[in-house]
């Protein structure tokens, strides 16, 4: 599974942008689909997370102004993101959950696309 990130840039605080992520290769299954950042010093952290039923969940900091979606038709899953932050500054990798004939689960992840929010 490739996973092709796109759409960072950047902004101004209060502006917004949207990411996608294109998920493509052999046949697969996938089950969660999500969004993390790293910071420049900072680890890796979940930002949002949607589950092969809709089901959404956001970090506290992004509540409100993130919307996480896919479409399941194309494997793609997308970021709204809107009034953003300084903080928001960040690498975005797009991940992927996996479910292999054996039904384990496997994660993929992108290659990550910058998002820089100016003062």
């Known amino acids: 599974v490739q996973l092709q990130a796109s759409g960072g840039g950047l902004v101004q605080d209060g502006g917004s942008l949207r990411l996608s992520c294109a998920a493509s290769g052999s046949r697969f299954d996938i089950n969660s689909m999500g969004w993390y950042r790293q910071a420049p010093g900072k680890p890796r952290d979940l930002v949002a997370l949607?589950?092969?039923?809709?089901?959404?969940t956001y970090i506290d900091s992004v509540k409100g102004r993130f919307t996480i979606s896919r479409d399941n038709d194309k494997n793609m899953v997308y970021l709204q993101m809107s009034r953003l932050k300084p903080e928001d500054t960040a690498v975005y990798f797009c991940a992927v959950d996996v479910r292999d004939d054996n039904s384990e689960l496997h994660a993929y992840w992108g290659q990550g696309t910058l998002v820089t929010v100016s003062s």
């Open positions: 949607i589950t092969s039923g809709g089901v959404t």
